[in-house]
Every structure is written in structure tokens, then in C-alpha cells.
T-cell receptor, first 111, second 115 residues
Framework: NAGVTQTPKFQVLKTGQSMTLQCAQD?????MYWYRQDPGMGLRLIYY???????DKGEVPNGYNVSRLNKREFSLRLESAAPSQTSVYFC??????????FGEGSWLTVV | QQQVKQSPQSLIVQKGGISIINCAYE??????FPWYQQFPGKGPALLIA?????SEKKEGRFTISFNKSAKQFSLHIMDSQPGDSATYFC??????????????FGQGTILTVHP
């Protein structure tokens, strides 16, 4: 049981490039989330999806887009990467028992 | 603004000692208060959580104390072990379906337990 799988694990982008972070869960959970983690700031919610086909903005959505194409997958896209988007990104899912499961993270550096 | 303030930023404890991390929140609508443990290179993992209808919850060596009137909650780690060395985050959210996962996190506490 892989749980929450994120790809890629590490990525270096040049300013202005685009990329998509992929997240897949095998726990059949409805809700999925994208967070970013910056030093000294804890984790902050970027976007979330309550169910397949629905998405909503979190605390820091600017510069990002998301897609929830099916129940398993929730992707995060950076259309034009900026150095301020250098961060560690975590995907998470929410179980019926109200436990939030996080992936292992994607380290993104924008130069 | 929804905020959760966590202290201290770092904590050093001797093996066998008690580690105490404190959090304060502002939004009285929060009704779910989890603590997460994070090891380097890994995602946060749920350690223990509490709802505001109880003042204390204990699971093994980990205890959450909750003070609703003061809008504060804390994590106590009894008999701290070197394996407990990690970053700890408090968080809060409003209950109800997807809202449980819309967490507001504290800034994190780096715990080091010396053998």
C-alpha cells in the first residue's frame, strides 16, 4: 500500500518555466490537498479538492493551478515558475476517520 | 487572520526528560487540533489530535492539553527518547468533511533529544 505518492521528488526549474507536480493516492479518499512548506512558516494550503472534478483555493493559490481528473490523482501546475515558489510541496488526503495522510514531498528549486 | 502560533522554535531535552511544545490560536471556529511529527526528508505524520470538548488526551508517551478559554493547547512528550528528535507542528482546522484537511499550521518546533 503506497498511500500518497508524489512525483517528481526533486526538480530544478529556471524562472519562467512551467511544470506539473503529480500526486496519486490509493486509499480511495475523496478529499485531496496541496500544501507548501517554507522554513519557519509551517505548511500552508495552496489548493484542495473535495471530490473528483471540484477544486478550491486555499491560503496561497497565486501562481498555481490544479486539476482533479479522477479520484486518485490531483496535480499542481506552475505555469511560469518564480524564485518565490522555491519550496517543498506536499500532497495530502483525508480519510473518513479524519486522519490527514501526507506524501513524502517534492523539493522544487526555481533559479 | 487565521493564525496558529507555536513555541519554542527549538527545544533540547535530555533522554528521559519531558518535552513541552505550546500553541495558541485565534479563530474560535477551530474545533480540531492535531499534532504532526516530521522527520527530515519525510512528510508530516499525525501524532495525536484533540477536539475542544475534552481538556486532555493521552496516547502512550504523548499528551495533548487543551485550554479552550485561553485558546491554547500543548504537546507533552514524557520520557523523551533520541528517536523522538524531529520537527513537531501543531495545527488547527474547522471540522466537517473536507474542512478537516484545511489545516492552519504553527511554525514548527525542532526537538533534539540528547542521549
Amino acid at each position: 500500500n503506497a498511500g500518497v505518492t508524489q512525483t517528481p521528488k526533486f526538480q530544478v526549474l529556471k524562472t519562467g518555466q512551467s511544470m506539473t507536480l503529480q500526486c496519486a493516492q490509493d486509499m480511495n479518499h475523496n478529499s485531496m490537498y496541496w500544501y507548501r512548506q517554507d522554513p519557519g512558516m509551517g505548511l500552508r494550503l495552496i489548493y484542495y479538492s473535495a471530490s473528483e472534478g471540484t477544486t478550491d483555493k486555499g491560503e496561497v493559490p497565486n501562481g498555481y493551478n490544479v486539476s482533479r481528473l479522477n479520484k486518485r490523482e490531483f496535480s499542481l501546475r506552475l505555469e511560469s515558475a518564480a524564485p518565490s515558489q522555491t519550496s517543498v510541496y506536499f500532497c495530502a488526503t483525508h480519510s473518513a476517520g479524519n486522519t490527514i495522510y501526507f506524501g513524502e514531498g517534492s523539493w522544487l528549486t526555481v533559479v | 487572520q487565521q493564525q496558529v502560533k507555536q513555541s519554542p522554535q527549538s527545544l533540547i531535552v535530555q533522554k528521559g526528560g519531558i518535552s513541552i511544545i505550546n500553541c495558541a490560536y485565534e479563530n474560535t471556529a477551530f474545533d480540531y487540533f492535531p499534532w504532526y511529527q516530521q522527520f527530515p526528508g519525510k512528510g508530516p505524520a499525525l501524532l495525536i489530535a484533540i477536539r475542544p470538548d475534552v481538556s486532555e488526551k493521552k496516547e502512550g508517551r504523548f499528551t495533548i492539553s487543551f485550554n479552550k478559554s485561553a485558546k491554547q493547547f500543548s504537546l507533552h512528550i514524557m520520557d523523551s527518547q533520541p528517536g523522538d528528535s524531529a520537527t513537531y507542528f501543531c495545527a488547527a482546522s474547522r471540522g466537517g468533511g473536507t474542512s478537516y484537511g484545511k489545516l492552519t499550521f504553527g511554525q514548527g518546533t525542532i526537538l533534539t533529544v540528547h542521549p
